[in-house]
């Protein structure tokens, strides 16, 4: 299966969104939509390889920047190397994972460093006990009031977010670091209290030693709209599984090839 994705767009929405929805099945309004979403932008997720050739020729043809990939080369967060430890060497990274296996990157290996940010809507049950008077029979006399504890229940949501990096490299599935489940004791001296600098700070020493690899961070910011190729509610848009494939598209945009990683 082919996915299809806008990488920027060289021309108005008001003029590429009427010629662009009956090519992905769509009206134009929802066409509109999509092209106003941050890119990348997925437009179209099909079975029929020709067809997305044809469309990403078209859209370069009306001065858009258009790739597409195949869907099984999208590696998702939990076929990652996930980073449970690390530690920085002179001719590369050194990493334990958070299944217990070892892993190493050369730095020049390495060919973009992807930031963003995981947001996930957790649900749970909310439990809360009162003292309450209720009514109760007292013999002859008649009703008498008296406390009873009561517990309600409500359901509850919260919305989570983790920044992440994406780390991409020539040969091998990419490494993941997450901000909330990294040990942070591989940056010695630069080691701080507050996680999140603790993971910028991760980020920093990684790019000095990495100048050759590309970095982007537009997917710190959550996404709104609606993706076409993924069918994913505004909501979702930021979930680990979007972002796993926006990230894919980022990567296989600086490298320009048919395989940013395998």
Request: proline content about 5%.
């Amino acid at each position: 299966m082919d996915i299809v994705a806008l990488m920027s767009l060289g021309t108005s929405v008001e003029q590429e969104a009427p010629r662009l929805a009956p090519e992905i099945g769509a009206t134009a309004y929802d066409a509109a939509l999509l092209l106003r979403t941050p890119m990348p932008v997925p437009l179209l997720r099909t079975d029929d390889h020709a067809r997305a050739v044809q469309l990403v020729e078209r859209l370069r043809g009306r001065g858009h920047d258009a790739i597409a990939c195949d869907a099984a080369t999208v590696i998702g967060a939990d076929a990652m190397t996930q980073i449970a430890d690390f530690r920085f060497h002179s001719d590369g990274l050194a990493v334990a994972s958070l299944r217990g296996t070892q892993d190493s990157v050369a730095w020049g290996e390495i060919v973009a460093l992807v930031r963003a940010t995981y947001r996930a809507r957790v649900e749970y049950v909310e439990k809360t006990q009162k003292r309450e008077l209720t009514a109760a029979r007292a013999g002859l006399v008649g009703i008498q009031l008296a406390k009873k504890t009561v517990t309600h229940s409500a359901m509850k949501a919260n919305d989570v977010h983790e920044q992440v990096l994406y780390i991409f490299r020539r040969r091998g599935v990419p490494l993941l670091a997450s901000q909330l489940r990294m040990e942070y004791g591989g940056l010695g001296p630069h080691l701080r209290a507050v996680q999140l600098e603790n993971f910028t700070t991760f980020i920093q020493l990684l790019r000095e030693r990495t100048p050759q690899a590309a970095y982007d961070d537009r997917l710190l910011t959550p996404r709104p709209g609606r993706s076409r190729a993924g069918s994913t509610p505004a909501t979702a848009a930021s979930s680990p599984e979007s972002v796993d494939l926006l990230a894919h598209l980022i990567a296989l945009g600086f490298s320009r090839s048919a395989q940013p990683y395998r």
